[in-house]
């Protein structure tokens, strides 16, 4: 591994907290951080001793060879487009909704551009002190020894470092929305279900989530297909139409959901061996009856083959 770059950070928030914090607990330089509020600046620069909070975004690309934009998303190219760049500079985002494009004002001067993106989640700035260590990290990068130099900076953190194709950013964050954010609603849908019965969500909670971590731990262990358990992977088809029909009655909107998530399971019940093709047809009958009398504002868009049509 080569000479390690000094780095800097513009913007304070979650991302921009674990990323500095790892990087200086990996042995990087970190000179600068900058933020729209100064005092966010000051709370990072205080756990990354050495580096000083500006008063104004520009000292950051000043002082430093790679430059990290942890702004919001839809702040991105306005930050960046506003700074003054040079040759021999590296300005990075930590976004994966978002390719190189955005930070088309640094390239237009000269500058390196690239993707960073950790595909981990950060729910809370009292995390900082949470590793990357295992996570994937995501790489776009405008030349081959920025990209070089980035996959060096995400294996001295000890995540994996991932090459990201130009063109794959929104199905590539699709798919971490899918299994993080999307995985959090399905479990507030879940906890809402406990209220119908006299429960409560925090009881839920507490109930459900090992459930929640069992799954995770085999999807680690055993992996795709064998993770899937219920129901449908059993060919249960009299189980799944009771649960459809206590939903529809109980929250036909959770209905609708179960209705498609189940349509996802089928294939993957079938990979798995549980299912036959016969239990997987009478399955599709009792979810395309479901589907056909679900209120028109709760139905879900009409499916061929276990997929949207």
Known sequence: MGERPKLAFIGAGATGTVLATSFFRAGYPIAVIASRTKDHALRLARLVPGARAADQPQEAVDA????????????????????????????????????????????????STAVFHPLQTFASLAREEQTLAGSTISILASDEPLRERLREMAQALGARPH???????????????????????LVDAAAGLWERFGGS???????????????????KTIGLPGALTGPVARGDVGTVERHLAALAEAAPEVACAYEELARLMIPIALAKGGLDEAQAGRLREVLDRHASVAPADQRAPKTKGGRVA
Do not use: C, M
Not at 101 to 111: F, K, M, N
Not at 167 to 184: E, G, I, K, M, Q
């Open 64 to 111: 430093a060879e790679v430059v990290f934009l942890t702004v919001p998303d839809d702040a991105i190219a306005a930050v960046a487009g506003s700074l003054a760049w040079r040759p021999r500079k590296s300005a990075v985002h930590a976004s994966g909704a978002l390719g190189l494009d955005v930070l088309a004002g640094p390239a237009g001067q000269g500058t």
């Open 201 to 219: 969500r925090k009881e839920a909670l507490q109930s459900l989530l090992p459930l929640v971590q069992g799954t995770v731990d085999n999807l």
């Open 163 to 185: 090459d990201l194709p130009a063109d794959a950013t929104p199905l590539y964050h699709a798919s971490a929305v899918l299994a993080s954010n999307a995985l959090v609603a």
